[in-house]
Structure formats: structure tokens, C-alpha cells
């Protein structure tokens, strides 16, 4: 199992998802309006065994890199991250995540999560570019991202449907150092 820290990232860290992870709280997240809303997973109800699903098809994936955000004072698992899509021949990938323990929320936990997901895709993996959406309401994330060191890389415009009108896609990206 995987487990990614780093000082500089020091009130979290990752671990290689696994199928002890599928837990009550963690369907609950996925059917919380709140946490789901710019989640493609709020299209459908979410139970146990679809997330043990989701876990089992993830994990045999070679292109699909899927960790768990804990908490460094409790082990708490908060929500999730992962880099997948990875395409081999252009050496990129996509990173996406959803903090699902609301009460951790504004911390700048998903910030800590996308640099240490972030190191973990450009030195364990060796991908070139990372890049990510979202929703353009969805400020949080995509300050997140922002203050990771990720730059905007576009809109696209109208891309999504919220609450059945048109929404912005707002894109984000990061580049290896060692590629450029």
C-alpha cells in the first residue's frame, strides 16, 4: 500500500485506497448535496456496493492512481484524490478530489492533497503535464488548485449543465519541472 507525506504538507496524507476504505460515511458523502454538488457521481444514488465497485475497478487500473485524504492527527479518512485518465503516449494525467468531511472544509486540506498528489504523478509516475476542472461556481477547488502552483489553462464555455443551465468548465494545469 501506498502512503504519500511530506512535511511541508503536514495536516494530511495520502494512502492508497482500499476496499476497508468503503465505509458508511463515504457513500454518505457521495449522497450529501453539499459535498456531491459538482460531482459527476451526484447523477446517481450512491451505496455501499457501488463504491466498492468504483474501488475494484479503480484498483485494476493501471491508469488510475486512487488515494484517501487522512487527517495526520487521527488517521480520519476526509475524502479522496486521485491522478487517472493517464494517457501514456502524451504523458498526462488528471487530477480530481472532493473533500467529503464538511467540517474540514476552508483549511486548505484539498491545497496540501493536490501537492503531494501532485509530486506523487510527476516523480512515481514521470507524467509530464497534470491537468484538472472545475465547475467555474466551485471557486474552493479551483483556488486549491491555483495555490498549488497550477496555472488556469481555459474556459470552457457553457461545458456542464448546473441545476439544468449552462455552466463554465474552468481548466486548470500543472507542468513537471523536470519536462520542461
Known amino acids: 500500500m501506498i502512503t504519500i ?8 496524507y495520502l494512502q492508497e485506497i482500499q476496499l476497508s476504505d468503503a465505509s458508511e ?11 456531491n454538488q459538482y ?6 444514488h450512491q451505496t455501499l456496493e457501488s463504491v466498492i465497485d468504483f474501488i475494484n475497478v479503480t484498483l485494476a487500473s493501471p491508469t488510475e492512481h486512487l488515494f484517501t485524504i487522512r487527517l495526520t492527527e487521527n488517521d480520519q479518512h476526509i ?7 493517464i494517457n501514456t503516449r502524451h504523458s498526462i494525467g488528471e487530477v480530481s478530489l472532493f473533500i ?29 503535464k497534470l491537468v484538472a476542472g472545475a465547475y467555474k461556481p466551485n471557486v474552493g477547488s479551483t483556488k486549491a488548485f491555483l495555490s498549488a502552483g497550477y ?8 461545458h456542464y449543465l448546473l441545476n439544468s443551465k449552462p455552466c463554465d468548465l474552468i481548466e486548470v494545469c ?7
Open 5 to 12: 507525506k511530506n512535511n511541508a504538507q503536514p495536516d494530511i
Open 25 to 35: 460515511a463515504y457513500v454518505n458523502w457521495l449522497n450529501t448535496p453539499e459535498v
Open 39 to 44: 460531482l459527476e457521481t451526484r447523477f446517481n
Open 79 to 85: 475524502g479522496n484524490i486521485k491522478v487517472g485518465g
Open 100 to 128: 467529503g468531511e464538511q467540517s474540514c472544509w476552508g483549511k486548505g486540506l484539498a491545497t496540501q492533497a493536490i501537492s503531494l498528489i501532485s509530486h506523487y504523478a510527476f516523480e512515481s509516475l514521470d507524467l509530464r
Open 151 to 158: 496555472q488556469q489553462d481555459g474556459i470552457r464555455k457553457n
Open 174 to 180: 500543472l507542468f513537471n519541472p523536470k519536462h520542461q
